[in-house]
């Protein structure tokens, strides 16, 4: 079956067919710009062939009416019908409290995936927007499924998802921790347990999903047991714009003080702050370590701060676990710089993690980068939440058919 997997943004559109009989990709692409004047396509089929086209997108359905367009129609088309889509993967951030694993989309469940806005408000809506634009094109006939990114993590106990706060607030408005990421830290545990040949369920690991927007989860024996994510993915420590775990009464001071409404400093925390807000520089963690390295005090001080913080939480899931078996990287930063990973697990030199320098270099393929000898394994390997998210709707639609 080919399953079409699409990640709505607020102004972007990305998409991958997937061919589930050998789980290669036919085609991928990106409709950017949703809304503005120079709205565009860029799509590439899996034998290199390429399409792009700047075409007007006022809204999602346009960006859906030209990506099948690009793969059906196009000089790179790589279907000859859209009747050749067995079924539709929509990645969602946030199932709140509705949600505890992927499912199959109808009119109860796309509302409920737009009321859940409140709670990630970059990401609901325009996912709820994809799923009406897929509908307008497909009609009912092309099953959709719903693969929610806080899915993974509804396992957490209680000690780890509430706040310390006055519990009236998780009765009355759903207020806890729920995370995020979790379709990748699920894939990357399961691939880690696959790769050290053993049962996920008889390992602790600790995974690190380190891109712009970053998390970690400690995950006892398949299930996750603790992620730095919180009510919305802007919890943990600094990212690439946001801020990650502050002091809460910073923010009530600095909200006094500069004279700040509650959604002002929501996009204060969530747009202005982590790397960009420390270095002055930069969101992007390239462009952060290159000016640290020319010297830029706040630039090399933002590494240096996400580097600490995460290492920070890593310990602090080994220790949530009593334990831990491997540590693994992924995601642009996790997968991609070297430096990082050495910075992190030297913080667990006392407990025999020890790095080899020579791995530690490989990119883009899953690797061991930890010696033969040390006490704990770390592995990078890339995320691959298409795939995770066209397997669990393949499960779900086969399992319609029986
Ligand atoms: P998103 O959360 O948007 O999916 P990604 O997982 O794509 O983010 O990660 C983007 C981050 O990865 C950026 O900060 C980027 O600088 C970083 N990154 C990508 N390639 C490299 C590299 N070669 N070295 C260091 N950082 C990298």
Redesign the pocket.
């Known amino acids: 079956m080919k399953i079409l997997v699409v990640n709505a943004g607020s102004s972007s559109l990305k998409y991958q067919l997937i061919d589930m009989d050998n789980e290669q990709v036919i085609a991928k692409g990106l409709c950017d710009k949703i809304g503005l004047a120079d709205s565009n396509i860029k799509h590439k089929a899996g034998d290199g062939r390429e399409y792009a086209a700047e075409i007007a997108m006022p809204t999602h359905s346009e960006a859906f009416e030209a990506l099948m367009y690009a793969l059906a129609e196009s000089d790179a088309k790589v279907i000859s019908s859209p009747d050749e889509i067995g079924a539709i993967g929509h990645r969602v951030v946030h199932g709140g409290t509705y949600f505890n694993k992927s499912c199959l989309v109808d009119d109860d469940v796309a509302e409920k995936v737009d009321e859940l806005k409140e709670l990630a408000p970059l990401h609901n809506h325009p996912h709820y927007l994809g799923i009406v634009a897929c509908t307008k094109t497909f009609g009912k006939d092309v099953p959709q499924v719903v693969v929610f990114d806080t899915a993974f993590h509804q396992t957490m106990p209680e000690k780890a998802y509430i706040f310390g706060l006055p519990y009236e607030y998780y009765e009355k408005y759903a207020v806890r921790r729920y995370g995020a990421h979790g379709t990748s830290h699920k894939y990357v545990s399961e691939r880690c347990a696959d790769l050290m040949g053993k049962d996920k369920k008889d390992l602790k690991i600790v995974t690190c ?6 998390s970690i989860t400690a995950v006892d024996g398949g299930i996750c047991v603790d992620t730095s994510m919180g009510f919305t993915p802007l919890d943990g420590f600094i ?2 714009t946001r801020s990650g775990g502050v002091d809460p009464s910073a923010l009530t001071y600095i909200a006094n003080k500069e004279n700040i409404t509650p959604d002002q400093m929501s996009d204060l925390l969530n747009k202005k702050s982590g ?1 960009l807000g420390i270095s002055g520089v930069s ?7 290159a000016a640290a390295a020319e010297g830029n005090h706040r630039a090399a001080l933002a590494n240096e701060i996400q580097r600490y913080q995460i290492a920070k939480f890593v310990g602090s899931y080994i220790a949530a676990m009593n334990g831990v078996d491997a540590i693994v990287f992924t ?7 070297p430096t ?1 990973r050495t910075e992190v697990c030297k913080h667990f030199g006392y407990m025999g993690v020890k790095i080899d320098e020579e791995k530690n270099l490989i ?1 883009g393929e899953e690797v061991e980068i930890s010696t033969p000898d040390s006490t704990v394994k770390v592995f990078i390997i890339p ?1 691959n939440e298409e795939l995770a998210i066209a397997k669990d709707t393949l499960e779900i639609v086969t399992n319609l058919k029986k």
């Open positions: 999903h380190i891109g712009n927007g970053a990212m690439g790397l969101s992007d963690n390239r462009d952060v370590s995601a642009g930063i996790g997968e991609n710089d990082l990119r995320t």
